[in-house]
């Protein structure tokens, strides 16, 4: 895989050429920095407490990024921590490349004052110290299809709440959403394509790998998340999720879909129990879309749920 994960390094951004998140945010060197200030914080007046904490939530899961690159250089297996193999470039320039989104997130939150800053940190604190386990180890092919998911899944989650943050008038927002999104759907055609070569190469190996998977819900990267006052905190962050739109059962199944028609899951010659994981996977998504409904109502029965993010503010 070395030489064609080469081939792919393009699908990193120059440097030179990438936005950073000092773009998208008000210039403190300026004489008219207050009047940016200002306007910033103006437009996210008007943002509800459920998207500020699907906001909060996201940008939490993207300062997790040490525990994320940690899990992939199981992959890459970058021990001397600069080797100039394409797998150990490619895994450095992911970090890079995602570091900014955690670090603009941030910054957003913090200029337009409308969360507690200190509860998000030690929410993100806490998440970085529990760590976490995608359940890959210690097969990369599954690496491959977990990475491909949740890049996926990230792109969808920013891009909703750039639409839904743009139709409450913060254009600002708006733009680094659909930024950062832009940079998860090129990720995920990186890991999309390294698995398509898997299935190309070992259909039954990556078939096996796929259904190992996807036959449990996908481990998120945030679930180990705790704010030191709600244990079910990443719960409560994902019925909110569920209820604005934001990320759901349907966005799941329709991840599980593309990834399946992507990799012609059904087209593949395959023999044994790499046929029956065909099988399986083949009715995933249709069975997570039956189910959809269902949990849809469900999540609206939830209570409201207070969050440290938003001063204990509750969000039903």
């Given at each position: 895989?070395?030489?064609?994960?080469?081939?792919?390094?393009?699908?990193?951004?120059?440097?030179?050429?990438?936005?950073?998140?000092?773009?998208f945010?008000?210039?403190?060197?300026?004489?008219?920095?207050?009047?940016?200030?200002?306007?910033?914080?103006?437009?996210?007046?008007?943002?509800?407490?459920?998207?500020?904490?699907?906001?909060?939530?996201?940008?939490?899961?993207?300062?997790?990024?040490?525990?994320?690159?940690?899990?992939?250089?199981?992959?890459?297996?970058d021990?001397?921590?600069?080797?100039?193999?394409?797998?150990?470039?490619?895994?450095?320039?992911?970090?890079?490349?995602?570091?900014?989104?955690?670090?603009?997130?941030?910054?957003?939150?913090?200029?337009?004052?409308?969360?507690?800053?200190?509860?998000?940190?030690?929410?993100?604190?806490?998440?970085?110290?529990?760590?976490?386990?995608?359940?890959?180890?210690?097969?990369?092919?599954?690496?491959?299809?977990?990475t491909?998911?949740?890049?996926?899944?990230?792109?969808?989650?920013?891009?909703n709440?750039?639409?839904?943050?743009?139709?409450?008038?913060?254009?600002?927002?708006?733009?680094?959403c659909?930024?950062?999104?832009?940079?998860?759907?090129?990720?995920?055609?990186?890991?999309?394509?390294?698995?398509?070569?898997?299935?190309?190469?070992?259909?039954?190996?990556?078939?096996?790998?796929?259904?190992?998977?996807?036959?449990?819900?996908?481990a998120?990267?945030?679930?180990m998340m705790?704010?030191?006052?709600?244990?079910?905190?990443?719960?409560h962050?994902?019925?909110?999720a569920?209820?604005?739109?934001?990320?759901?059962?349907?966005?799941?199944?329709?991840?599980?879909?593309?990834?399946?028609?992507?990799?012609?899951?059904?087209?593949?010659?395959?023999?044994?129990?790499?046929?029956?994981?065909?099988e399986?996977?083949?009715?995933?998504?249709?069975r997570?879309?039956?189910?959809?409904?269902?949990?849809?109502?469900?999540?609206?029965?939830?209570?409201?749920?207070?969050?440290?993010?938003?001063?204990?503010?509750?969000?039903?």
């Amino acid at each position: 895989m070395q030489s064609y994960v080469g081939e792919n390094l393009g699908l990193l951004a120059p440097i030179e050429k990438a936005w950073q998140p000092t773009d998208f945010l008000p210039d403190m060197a300026r004489e008219d920095w207050r009047e940016q200030v200002e306007g910033f914080r103006t437009l996210a007046c008007g943002l509800p407490d459920d998207l500020l904490v699907v906001l909060v939530g996201d940008m939490v899961t993207e300062e997790a990024l040490p525990s994320y690159s940690v899990s992939l250089n199981t992959i890459a297996s970058d021990l001397e921590g600069d080797s100039p193999l394409p797998w150990a470039k490619w895994l450095r320039g992911w970090t890079a490349e995602e570091n900014r989104h955690g670090d603009l997130l941030n910054a957003y939150l913090r200029f337009t004052g409308r969360v507690d800053m200190r509860a998000v940190e030690v929410t993100v604190q806490h998440l970085l110290a529990n760590g976490f386990n995608p359940k890959a180890y210690p097969d990369p092919y599954n690496g491959l299809v977990y990475t491909s998911f949740q890049e996926r899944a990230t792109k969808i989650s920013h891009g909703n709440v750039g639409r839904l943050v743009a139709a409450q008038g913060d254009s600002n927002l708006a733009k680094i959403c659909q930024r950062i999104a832009g940079d998860e759907s090129r990720h995920e055609a990186f890991y999309t394509r390294m698995m398509q070569r898997v299935m190309e190469t070992d259909p039954n190996g990556g078939m096996l790998a796929f259904r190992s998977v996807i036959r449990g819900l996908i481990a998120m990267p945030g679930r180990m998340m705790y704010d030191g006052k709600d244990p079910d905190l990443f719960d409560h962050f994902a019925v909110v999720a569920q209820r604005t739109g934001v990320y759901t059962v349907r966005d799941y199944a329709s991840i599980i879909d593309h990834l399946v028609k992507t990799w012609d899951v059904a087209g593949r010659s395959v023999s044994g129990a790499a046929a029956k994981a065909q099988e399986f996977l083949c009715r995933q998504a249709e069975r997570y879309n039956a189910y959809a409904d269902e949990i849809t109502a469900h999540v609206k029965t939830r209570p409201p749920v207070a969050f440290s993010w938003i001063q204990g503010r509750e969000v039903g």
